[in-house]
Every structure is written in structure tokens, then in C-alpha cells.
């Protein structure tokens, strides 16, 4: 499963997209539907690889046809590769995409902007199974109003070669030392969200800086976090966005330590013969996604979004793509639908909730701080844009 998953993350480019401004503007007013009715017969999706599979990749993994068959509503998919292509396909094509599966470090940027619309909770009879820790989250939900239903997480995690680095590491913080033995072999995501996880390492090595959470930077934070990471970027040798290129890297051993997603580690593991490297979520905690299915507030399709919505949250359906794709599922009956399902929840933490208290999910930054400070303005999403392209030099 692991392997065939593989195929379907190949060939994502990454790229950086205008973003909003920082600010943090007024969700739009909007009226909630009080019912679903008779699907309006299509339905045009933007999701992660993975989510929306319709058996292109492998016939045998397939949960859109059976949406279609159920609802009458043809689907039309089309995936991209980081939040930020994401946001650029919705804000270039306002009225093409019906509904969108939003990390969220895109999710607000797309309430802000009026692209996406209040969701009916009600009329989603699975939002009741949605893991509580995933619900009133401020990348879904904006002034008690629901903007979509969580789909599922996961964490960053640190991965080394275990025949290449000794001792184990236990901190971020040994990742971004300049005189580490490792030299230039660090491998790291590539995207401007990177920022937060030189200031989780920052909020335990520096604490007079008083970061309280890593997305809500004032000027004097932000300052130090970029530094530190203008100082990490010397010993870099590879910028990701495609978890085959890091897998490959590691095979190789262009990289030997990185950020990296668990599924990654699962798949060099997996190999024949294994890939010696290990994966811990480090002392200082992480960063990490959880997403949301969200519908675009000029749908001329909402019977079928609401109809996607439930169909996508269902503990079977749910169940099937966290094991596809690699992750924790948003729905909690997932869990115990078969043994190999448990084992999937049980890897990924799907109910450990002690393993999230301090998985800082990713989350638009914004001026007006998000940690809730009023006297002082933290450092927009334009701006970590603008010093990530300065940081790669």
C-alpha cells in the first residue's frame, strides 16, 4: 500500500504564490444553508495527491466513483503540491473549484479573502465522529463560525541516518548547528512556513525572546528566527516539497538528517533492503498540518459539496485515504474498522493525544498576532513570503 501510495506524489513542483496581506480582516457574512438537497450532477475538487483518488493512480483505490454513484455528482480532481500553490489556483480561478482540502497555513488565508464560505456542521451527520482536538481550531473555525470539516493531521518529525550519525539526535537544534559533523547534508521543507520551526527551536533555546507560539513573530522575534536560519542555510543540501525527492536523497545519502513527514521514514524503512534511519519528534516538539475540507463561497454546486464533505469525513472513506496517503484520520471511528486500520491510527497517533500538545499545526501568520497580543503587530504571511526567498539566498 505504502509503495503504490508512492506514485501518486510524484512530479509536484513547488511554488510560491502571492499571498494575502497579513491583516486580519473580517470574515465575510454569509447564510447557511438549513438543508442539503438533490446534487446538481458535477463537482470540481483541489486537494493534497492522494485525497481525491479515483483509481488513475492504482483501479483498486477508489472513493470517487462510489460518490458519484451514490450522489449523481461527477467529479473532476485536480491535486496540488504545497499551500501555497493552493491559494494561488483558488485566487487565480475563483469560480473553478467547488470545494478544496486546506492545510492551515492556507485555510485562513482563504477566509480572509471571502474565497471559501461558513459550513452548516449540522448538515455533515460525520462532523459528530470528528476527533474533538480537530474541531474550533483557528485555522477552520473564525469567530465561532465553522469554515469545513477537518479531514486529519500529522506531525514534522526529525530523521537521520542512524549509519551516518552518532549519537541519535533529541533536538531541532543539532539540525541547525553550522558546525555539525554532517556538513551539507541537511535536508528541509521548502516553503516559507519553514519559519515556525526555527521558532519553535527558538521559543526553548532563546525563552527571553517570550515566543509563545511559532506563528506569531514581532519584529524582534521574527529578526532572530530568520538569523537563525540565514545561519542553517550553508549547511543545507537539500530545499524539499516532493517526499520522493527526499526519499531519494536519503537512499543516497545526499541527506543524512531533516524535517520530514513519518510516512517518508515508513517508505525507507520499508525498502529492500531497509534504509538505516530512525524518526523522533524532538524535545522542543514540532510543527505539523491538519486539514480541512472547506467549499468556495461561489459554488454553483452546494448540494454535491455537502454531499463531498460527509462522503470524504466517513470513517470508511476517511480510513482509506489516512492509510493511502500516510497519516492520522480526522474521523474517530476510523480506528476500528479493521486491525490494519487500528494499526494505521495507532502509527500515525491518531487518539494519542498527549502525542499533539505541543504539534503546533501549521496556521497563516498574521499582523494582528495570533498568540493574542494587542500591543504589538506580528509579522504578516507577505512578510515570511518575502524573507524565506532572502533566507535560500
Keep these: 500500500m505504502i509503495q503504490r501510495r508512492l506514485a501518486s506524489i510524484v512530479g509536484i513542483v513547488a ?3 502571492a499571498a494575502c496581506g497579513g491583516g486580519a480582516s473580517p470574515a465575510p457574512s454569509f447564510n447557511l444553508p438549513t438543508s ?4 446538481e450532477g458535477q463537482l470540481t475538487v483541489l486537494a493534497w495527491p492522494g485525497y481525491a483518488e479515483n483509481g488513475s493512480t492504482d483501479e483498486t483505490v477508489n472513493w470517487v466513483k462510489p460518490f458519484e454513484d451514490a450522489t449523481g455528482c461527477k467529479v473532476t480532481v485536480q491535486v496540488f503540491g504545497t499551500s501555497d500553490e493552493a491559494f494561488s489556483l483558488f485566487s487565480t480561478n475563483p469560480t473553478k473549484y467547488d470545494v478544496i482540502s486546506a492545510s492551515g497555513d492556507a485555510s485562513l488565508r482563504l477566509v480572509r479573502a471571502g474565497y471559501v464560505q461558513p459550513v452548516n456542521v449540522d ?3 460525520n462532523y459528530a465522529d470528528i476527533f474533538p482536538a480537530l474541531k474550533d481550531k483557528p485555522y477552520n473555525t473564525v469567530d465561532g463560525v465553522h469554515y469545513g470539516i477537518p479531514h486529519g493531521r500529522g506531525s514534522n518529525l526529525l530523521m ?3 549509519d551516518k550519525i552518532t549519537p541519535a539526535p533529541t533536538s531541532w537544534a543539532e539540525m541547525f548547528d553550522p558546525n555539525a559533523a554532517w556538513g551539507k547534508h541537511v535536508s528541509v521543507y521548502d516553503a516559507p512556513i519553514y519559519i515556525a520551526d526555527a521558532a519553535v527551536v527558538l521559543m526553548h533555546t532563546n525563552p527571553d525572546l517570550k515566543i509563545k507560539n511559532p506563528y506569531a513573530l514581532d519584529d524582534t522575534q521574527f529578526a532572530a528566527v530568520v538569523d537563525l536560519l540565514k545561519k542553517q542555510q550553508p549547511v543545507i543540501g537539500q530545499y524539499w516539497t516532493d517526499y520522493t525527492k527526499q526519499q531519494q536523497a536519503f537512499e543516497s545519502g545526499d541527506a543524512t538528517i531533516g524535517t520530514t513527514w513519518q510516512v517518508i ?4 524503512q520499508s525498502e529492500d533492503p531497509p534504509i538505516p534511519v530512525d524518526v523522533i519528534k524532538p524535545v ?3 510543527t505539523g498540518w ?9 459554488t454553483k454546486n452546494i448540494n454535491c459539496a455537502y454531499k463531498w ?5 466517513s470513517p470508511e472513506v476517511n480510513a482509506q485515504i489516512a492509510a493511502w496517503f500516510g497519516e492520522a484520520p480526522g474521523n474517530a471511528k476510523s480506528c476500528g474498522l479493521s486491525q490494519a486500520d487500528q494499526d494505521n491510527c495507532d502509527f500515525f497517533h491518531a487518539a494519542d493525544d498527549d502525542f499533539w500538545k505541543d504539534v503546533w499545526y501549521w496556521q497563516t501568520p498574521e499582523t494582528a498576532c495570533v498568540d493574542g497580543r494587542t500591543d504589538v503587530k506580528c509579522k504578516g504571511f507577505d512578510d515570511w513570503v518575502k524573507a524565506w526567498t532572502e533566507i535560500k539566498g
Excluded at 36 to 39: A, N
Excluded at 290 to 298: A, E, G, L
Design 15 to 17: 511554488i510560491v504564490a
Design 36 to 39: 442539503v438537497g438533490d446534487g
Design 123 to 125: 448538515l455533515v451527520s
Design 160 to 162: 537521520w541516518r542512524t
Design 265 to 268: 521514514t515508513y517508505l525507507l
Design 284 to 286: 522542543e516538539g514540532a
Design 290 to 298: 491538519s486539514d480541512t475540507w472547506m467549499i468556495n463561497s461561489k
Design 309 to 313: 464533505l460527509n462522503h470524504i469525513v
